[in-house]
């Protein structure tokens, strides 16, 4: 089992895995191992036939090894922690035209891996703008915007109901 805080990264963040392997079987797990790789998928139409031609390529960014599994014991690793390169593409699956299909599309996972043959992948969404933290930026428009003491209040009532839910 992989443990993620959330599923949405900067470049740059450290994604932090809490990696734990419960082994049922008679079997022990070899060379378990935690890495990020890029998906990247490529379309093209056919000018002649109505065809549409994919490629899929894998690049691996890093890969960490946590060890072995006994059989029938369940290991808990020690936290994971991968950093997604600052020079990476975002996370990529729209065309920009609005069209059915994108050209190009760039998707990232995360993927537990361990022999004889288990495979666990988490998809991540990896942006340049970061991501929206609600408390947060109510807690900023509440320091930036001090002016009276009534609008004080109003959005003081708009931050607390906002950390409420």
Same mark, same amino acid.
């Given at each position: 089992?992989?443990? @993620?805080? &959330? %599923?949405?990264?900067? /470049?740059?963040?450290?994604?932090?895995?809490? $990696?734990?392997?419960?082994? &049922?079987? !008679?079997?022990?797990?070899?060379?378990?191992? /935690?890495?990020?790789?890029?998906?990247?998928?490529?379309?093209?139409?056919?000018?002649?036939?109505?065809?549409?031609?994919?490629?899929? +390529?894998?690049?691996?960014?890093?890969? $960490?090894? @946590?060890g072995r599994v006994r059989a029938r014991h369940k290991q808990v690793f020690?936290?994971? =922690?991968? &950093?997604?390169?600052?020079?990476?593409?975002? %996370?990529?699956?729209?065309? &920009?035209?609005?069209?059915?299909?994108?050209?190009?599309?760039?998707?990232?996972? /995360?993927?537990?891996?361990?022999?004889?043959?288990?495979?666990?992948?988490?998809?991540?969404? $990896?942006? +340049?703008?970061?991501?929206a933290d609600s408390a947060k930026h109510a807690a900023f428009v509440l320091?930036?915007?001090?002016? +009276?003491?009534?609008?004080? !209040? $109003?959005? !003081?009532?708009?931050?607390?109901?906002?950390?409420? =839910?």
């Open positions: 089992m992989v443990s @993620l805080p &959330r %599923t949405a990264f900067r /470049l740059g963040e450290a994604v932090e895995a809490q $990696v734990t392997g419960n082994n &049922r079987t !008679r079997k022990g797990l070899k060379e378990c191992a /935690l890495q990020l790789s890029m998906k990247t998928q490529f379309e093209a139409m056919s000018r002649y036939e109505h065809v549409n031609e994919k490629k899929l +390529s894998e690049h691996l960014i890093e890969l $960490v090894p @946590l020690a936290k994971c =922690c991968i &950093r997604i390169p600052e020079g990476a593409p975002p %996370t990529q699956n729209y065309h &920009r035209d609005g069209g059915d299909t994108a050209i190009i599309a760039i998707h990232y996972v /995360l993927k537990f891996i361990a022999l004889p043959g288990i495979e666990c992948e988490i998809p991540l969404i $990896v942006t +340049s703008m970061g991501y320091h930036s915007q001090r002016k +009276s003491p009534k609008t004080q !209040r $109003v959005i !003081r009532n708009i931050v607390e109901e906002k950390l409420m =839910c």
